[in-house]
């Protein structure tokens, strides 16, 4: 698979997890602005992020480290973050 | 979907962002088990929390105190007993960590040992109440300690009798030129007279609300806090154990998890122990007018307030006035 539509696919995902997670209303993954800031915008707290991460750790059978919630700001820095950790594994 | 640009004109947006990054991390400290005061209705005496040995070594308060902030907390809330009594534990925290220091007030915190830790000073009514409660008008000495201290407010706890009286003890508070914030007795001793009766509380929401209105460089509070600390209920909920944030972490298997202050614990004195919650395992949630656990109640429901405008208003009022009491920002 082309490298942009698994980056893709990755910021698509991650929107899908968060909207299930915080039962967002009135949006998909495909309308989710990806550059949205979380904290800023959704009024996302670190607990919220745990939920998020525990998700995220089961789907990329990755580990999220709580020091890295503040970098964890949008979609898309969320998905640049799994794909570095992917890249690691590797 | 709501976001909060929408909800939010510049201004309000502004404050909003200056507050939601601050991401604290608090946890609290029995400093010792020991009191200068024996107060009807001390929580901390009346279900027993002080039957533990208290840890006298300073160097196992430190390397506690360094974990402690390994764990993430960045704000130790010292209690008691009399933290006061521990100067050196109190000491050892404020070199380590952001620390706010209840206290009776009755012995002063110097302030060239801690030039800038916030002091938080119980007050329990008028001097009245104060000696039927307390023993003794504790006002007459704090306020001697404390006059003018830009780093000290009152943590005035507001009692049945108090009701259509507390003008007078706030503007005590004005007079030395210190702030004060509000909360309620949950009379934990059950002491005579001072249960709260029916219409009291919503007597007592207007009469706050009025005091915040005339004293507002005083009174550090919101409408919002007042209408759910009277209440018990915010966005049609009601307060109790399965809503408290305020439950110390190794201890709360509630399930589903309940929003709740992240890595919060409450430490007994001995530096091994930890107690249920920020008041006592005694007392009933259901009737808990703690106004900590109320307030920090609304900070961890922030998203179920980006619902309306005013929702989202009050929201950042309650946080602000968190942020105040410790300083997180200016007063």
Known sequence: MPESIEKKGIVRHVAEIIIGELKLEDVIPDTFDPDMDLVDELGIDSMDLATIALVLQDEYKIIIDEDDYPRLKTVRLISAYIEEKLAAKH | ?331
């Not at chain 2, 979907?1 to 004109?9: E, I, N």
């Not at chain 2, 400290?29 to 024996?38: K, S, W």
């Not at chain 2, 439950?247 to 509630?254: G, K, M």
């Not at chain 2, 107690?275 to 429901?301: E, L, Q």
Request: glycine content about 6%; proline content about 4%; charged content about 30%.
């Open chain 2, 1 to 331: 979907m709501k976001t909060v640009s929408s909800l939010l004109d510049p201004v309000w947006y502004e404050r909003y962002k200056r507050i939601s990054n601050l991401n604290i991390r608090s946890s609290i400290y029995d400093v010792t088990n020991r009191c200068n005061l024996r107060c009807k209705g001390c929580f901390f005496f009346s279900s027993g929390e002080h039957h533990v040995q208290e840890e006298t070594d300073l160097k196992k308060w430190e390397a506690f105190i360094d974990r402690e902030k390994a764990r993430g907390v960045n704000l130790a809330i010292l209690i008691g007993g009399e933290p006061t009594l521990c100067m050196d534990r109190v000491e050892a925290f404020y070199k380590r960590v952001p620390s706010y220091c209840a206290t009776n007030g009755l012995i002063k915190v110097p302030r060239e040992r801690f030039p800038d830790m916030m002091v938080g000073i119980s007050l329990w009514g008028d001097s009245e109440d104060e000696k039927i409660l307390r023993g003794k008008d504790t006002f007459a000495v704090s306020s001697k300690n404390y006059e003018g201290d830009s780093y000290t407010y009152y943590l005035y706890t507001i009692t049945p009798k108090q009701v259509g009286k507390i003008e007078p003890v706030i503007k005590r508070i004005v007079d030395i030129g210190l702030k004060v914030h509000l909360q309620l007795l949950s009379n934990d001793e059950g002491v005579d007279g001072f249960h709260w009766r029916e219409g009291e509380l919503r007597d007592l929401r207007a009469e706050m609300d009025e005091m915040l209105e005339r004293y507002p460089h005083t009174v550090i509070s919101s409408k919002y806090y007042h209408e759910v600390i009277t209440t018990g209920m915010m966005l049609g909920r009601r307060f109790g154990w399965r809503e408290c944030p305020s439950v110390t972490e190794s201890l709360d298997n509630r399930q589903p998890p309940v929003r709740r202050l992240i890595h919060f614990c409450r430490w007994a004195a001995d530096l091994k122990t930890v107690h249920r919650c920020c008041t006592s395992a005694t007392r009933d949630c259901a009737t808990c007018k703690d106004g900590a656990a109320h307030m920090s109640w609304i900070m961890v429901n922030k998203r179920d307030h980006i619902v309306s405008t005013r929702d989202l208003q009050n929201w950042i009022e309650v946080y602000e006035m968190f942020a105040k009491l410790y300083r997180l920002i200016p007063w």
